[in-house]
């Protein structure tokens, strides 16, 4: 059975205060206080008793185009004070180029990529930053064991690499890719998106440890709720350690 957060998993908190949200961010959220955080299911007064542990989180929220990354990495930043980085932002001009000409990256086109990705989030710790939060499809297992090793060229031993996959079926993502406007990925790409994707499975979950599966089929409001519940669960269970 895989680690899927469930709406029924939604329990009071009780934590410490949240940090100071960082100065400057990498990516283009506003570190104004998210306006959702208040009216969220959770009740705010204990959200804002949350408590970021002194562990330096890379959260990188994953899944195919259309399930939500932006949106949810947007609101996980803002909440936790984290910088945010977009990686579609991180493509070099071929790869954009390829994708609204409507052809699938390949292994080739995205190695760079996911590297860079890996480097920036580092790049924010080294800065100051608390954590940060990365949007990337990272489709493959490999990519993701990629991403992976930023664990390794991590000078701070309380770093953390954690993999928020937002679950969803392809009529879903067609029906919000669809709805989308003024972005490069059209609904044609994820027939192949999905054909690249290896879901986390049970092996990669339980020996690995680092991934929170979020079902992203509800509404705006329910999926950022089930987001923050798999993300306090990450931040808990390192203050643990
Ligand atoms: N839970 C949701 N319910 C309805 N629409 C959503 C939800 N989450 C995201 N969207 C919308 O779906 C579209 C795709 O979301 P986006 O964050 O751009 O996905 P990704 O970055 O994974 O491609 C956007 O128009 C967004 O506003
Ligand atoms: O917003 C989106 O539609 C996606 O984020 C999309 O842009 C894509 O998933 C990757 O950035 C492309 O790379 P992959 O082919 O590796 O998913």
């Given at each position: 059975?895989?680690?899927?957060?469930?709406?029924?998993?939604?329990?009071?908190?009780?934590?410490?205060?949240?940090?100071?949200?960082?100065?400057?961010?990498?990516g283009s959220t506003s570190?104004?206080?998210?306006?959702?955080?208040?009216?969220?299911?959770?009740?705010?007064?204990?959200?804002?008793?949350?408590?970021?542990?002194?562990?330096?989180?890379?959260?990188?929220?994953?899944?195919?185009?259309?399930?939500?990354?932006?949106?949810?990495?947007k609101?996980?930043a803002?909440?936790?004070?984290?910088?945010y980085?977009?990686?579609?932002?991180?493509?070099?001009?071929?790869?954009?180029?390829?994708?609204?000409?409507?052809?699938?990256?390949?292994?080739?086109?995205?190695?760079?990529?996911?590297?860079?990705?890996?480097?920036?989030?580092?790049?924010?710790?080294?800065?100051?930053?608390?954590?940060?939060?990365?949007?990337?499809?990272?489709?493959?297992?490999?990519?993701?064991?990629?991403?992976?090793?930023?664990?390794?060229?991590?000078?701070?031993?309380?770093?953390?690499?954690?993999?928020?996959?937002?679950?969803?079926?392809?009529?879903?993502?067609?029906?919000?890719?669809?709805?989308?406007?003024?972005?490069?990925?059209?609904?044609?790409?994820?027939?192949?998106?999905?054909?690249?994707?290896?879901?986390?499975?049970?092996?990669?979950?339980?020996?690995?440890?680092?991934?929170?599966?979020?079902?992203?089929?509800?509404?705006?409001?329910?999926?950022?709720?089930?987001?923050?519940?798999?993300?306090?669960?990450?931040?808990?269970?390192?203050?643990?350690?």
């Amino acid at each position: 059975m895989l680690q899927t957060v469930e709406q029924s998993h939604l329990k009071p908190l009780h934590y410490a205060p949240p940090p100071t949200p960082p100065t400057s961010n990498t990516g283009s959220t506003s570190n104004t206080p998210n306006t959702s955080y208040t009216s969220s299911s959770l009740n705010s007064a204990k959200a804002a008793e949350m408590s970021i542990t002194d562990h330096h989180h890379i959260l990188i929220v994953t899944g195919p185009a259309g399930c939500g990354k932006s949106t949810i990495a947007k609101y996980l930043a803002d909440r936790y004070g984290f910088d945010y980085i977009e990686g579609d932002e991180f493509h070099p001009k071929a790869n954009i180029d390829k994708m609204a000409a409507g052809i699938p990256l390949n292994d080739e086109d995205r190695w760079d990529w996911l590297i860079l990705l890996r480097d920036q989030a580092l790049v924010a710790l080294k800065d100051g930053a608390k954590g940060v939060v990365v949007t990337c499809s990272a489709l493959k297992k490999k990519y993701r064991d990629v991403i992976r090793t930023a664990r390794l060229y991590n000078e701070d031993p309380n770093a953390n690499v954690h993999f928020v996959y937002l679950r969803a079926d392809k009529e879903t993502l067609l029906a919000r890719v669809r709805a989308r406007q003024g972005h490069y990925m059209k609904d044609a790409m994820v027939e192949s998106q999905f054909a690249a994707l290896e879901e986390p499975d049970e092996a990669e979950c339980k020996q690995l440890k680092d991934v929170e599966i979020v079902d992203v089929k509800g509404t705006l409001q329910e999926v950022q709720d089930l987001a923050t519940v798999a993300v306090d669960k990450v931040l808990v269970g390192t203050s643990r350690q």
